[in-house]
């Protein structure tokens, strides 16, 4: 019991004082896209380049930068090191979770919102002191489901929160899913939220269970969840950082 706690003492604190402290994250991390607006001309060099499809035309410049999706976007930068004029940088900021779809638009020379606004919408009031969620891998390649499960950790300390991932729906208040939903798992993740008490709520993490990511228009994929379940919080990235999913889970009970 000694060792132990001259061990304890030796560790210190490893426990982030989240959210009053933010954390230092790695220069690879690309974080929320930033758009400067220019005058791109015939120049498609970066829908050439991006593998999801997350650039779409500006509508108030369509031969100008283009709107970046972020529901789509891997954060891969390759749309950053195509653009000759450099009007796509990233920014190193993972406060990127939103409760509505179109808020995942990043649009050219327009401020995008820090984390999940507006506050708490009235549906989530019960969930302030206790949220349990029940984890759905929908045909995902681990790496969202890995980062949602580091949240357990002493770093992150998701339970300090008040918020638990549970085994069984009927335990829980909502769902987050990870992956894009192949056919074989479409059905379970409806039982699964079927199966939730109301009121209920979806997370969807990651591009592809916003969009379909990478396997989107796939023929055993359902381009994520987001057509076929309401989702009430979005959190982008392939995978996203947990700092950006503990965020998002936090927005749900500010």
Request: glycine content about 8%.
């Amino acid at each position: 019991m000694l060792r132990i706690i001259k061990e304890r003492i030796r560790q210190k604190y490893h426990t982030l004082d989240y959210p009053r402290k933010q954390p230092t994250l790695s220069p690879q991390f690309m974080g929320r896209p930033s758009l400067t607006a220019v005058d791109c001309g015939d120049c498609r060099a970066c829908y050439a380049a991006c593998p999801t499809g997350a650039l779409l035309p500006t509508e108030a410049a369509p031969h100008g930068t283009p709107t970046l999706d972020m529901g789509r976007c891997t954060f891969c930068g390759a749309c950053r090191a195509a653009c000759p004029k450099q009007a796509i940088a990233f920014t190193g900021e993972h406060r990127m979770a939103v409760f509505r779809r179109e808020d995942l638009l990043v649009v050219p020379g327009q401020p995008a919102p820090l984390g999940a606004t507006p506050a708490v919408p009235g549906k989530f009031s019960v969930f302030r002191r206790s949220l349990k969620l029940r984890q759905i891998s929908a045909a995902g390649c681990a790496a969202c489901e890995a980062d949602c499960n580091v949240l357990g950790t002493l770093v992150y300390d998701l339970p300090k929160f008040g918020i638990d991932f549970v085994a069984s729906p009927r335990h829980a208040d909502g769902i987050v899913l990870t992956g894009p939903v192949s056919e074989n798992m479409r059905l379970a993740a409806i039982d699964t939220y079927n199966a939730i008490p109301e009121p209920r709520l979806v997370v969807a993490v990651g591009a592809c269970a916003i969009s379909g990511g990478l396997f989107r228009d796939g023929a055993q994929c359902n381009n994520g969840i987001t057509d076929i379940l309401p989702v009430d919080l979005f959190v982008p990235g392939c995978p996203p950082n947990p700092w950006t999913i503990l965020d998002g889970l936090l927005a749900l009970r500010k």
